[in-house]
């Protein structure tokens, strides 16, 4: 299924994106897309049964803003340097294990929504990346196979990065990252059923229609369900928490000087094949 919201910012309602490309909604069904929902099997099983019956009302999508496809979500623990391609054009060593940081839950906006340019910032990158959002909560788990197990579904994440803030100002990554509105997602929320193999999955991004990263996630050095493996080692992992799995090649922190970072007025469109495709306007903070 690809599970969607739209409406206002704050007031989204649970919609369905049909096989015919038709939205349709489901606010008579659940209320709304969350972690309680991906965690009920039943409330699931009534969604899918919604759906296949053909009689869920449809919207019409004319103007209607599509808002996150996830709703409260728990926390975002993000995966850096996760592509060999990636490590080689920043000329960094792979990491022997995976590179952890955070984004606040708040950092979340539309897959359309308008991202703002931090004020002083001199270094604003694009980052096209596989979300994996939780459906079962994970904690300690064995193998690879027991990660992919738990996850409910997959996503389009731009991972919006200022690098200056990030590795130049001491500490942590998470001054660079977790800028207002840097953390686009959707437009669905596309379940794991759907999903063949998420380690076969090519992303794409643009910059004013230039493209700047034309990649695949059989790039990844620790696939996703090692990913989840590895951090339920760290933490509890509960449903409705996303994993951002890493970036492909192609960002401006990795292109020759003058290096291209992002201004305002500059317009990002980013895919990953079969999850759907974002686009969005850059304004000054």
Request: with cysteine; hydrophobic share 40%; charged share 25%.
């Amino acid at each position: 299924m690809k599970l969607m919201r739209v409406g206002t910012a704050g007031t989204e309602r649970p919609a369905l994106l049909d096989p015919q490309g038709v939205l349709r909604d489901l606010s008579g069904v659940v209320p709304d897309i969350d972690g309680a929902l991906l965690a009920d099997d039943e409330a699931l099983g009534r969604v899918r049964a919604a759906a296949a019956s053909g009689d869920l009302p449809v919207l019409d999508a004319t103007g209607l803003r599509v808002g996150p496809p996830l709703a409260r979500i728990g926390k975002i623990v993000c995966i850096g340097l996760n592509y060999h391609d990636h490590a080689r054009e920043t000329g960094v060593e792979p990491p022997a294990e995976p590179v952890v940081f955070f984004k606040a839950a708040d950092t979340v906006v539309g897959p359309y929504d308008t991202v703002l340019v931090p004020r002083r910032s001199e270094k604003t990158d694009w980052e096209v990346e596989l979300a994996v959002v939780i459906g079962r909560t994970a904690r300690y788990l064995e193998s690879a196979r027991d990660g992919l197990a738990h996850v409910a579904g997959y996503a389009v994440a731009h991972d919006v990065s200022e690098r200056e803030f990030q590795i130049e100002r001491g500490g942590t990554w998470d001054k660079g990252k977790n800028c207002e509105t840097f953390n686009p997602l959707g437009p669905w929320l596309v379940t794991a059923d759907e999903v063949a193999d998420p380690q076969d999955l090519p992303l794409r991004l643009w910059v004013n229609g230039e493209l700047k990263q034309n990649g695949t996630t059989a790039e990844q050095i620790f696939p996703v369900g090692e990913v989840v493996r590895y951090v339920s080692q760290f933490m509890t992992l509960y449903p409705g928490d996303v994993i951002n799995t890493g970036t492909p090649a192609g960002v401006a922190m990795g292109a020759p000087e003058p290096k291209p970072y992002l201004r305002a007025g500059d317009v990002v469109e980013l895919e990953i094949v079969g999850l759907g495709r974002q686009r969005q306007e850059f304004k000054d903070a």
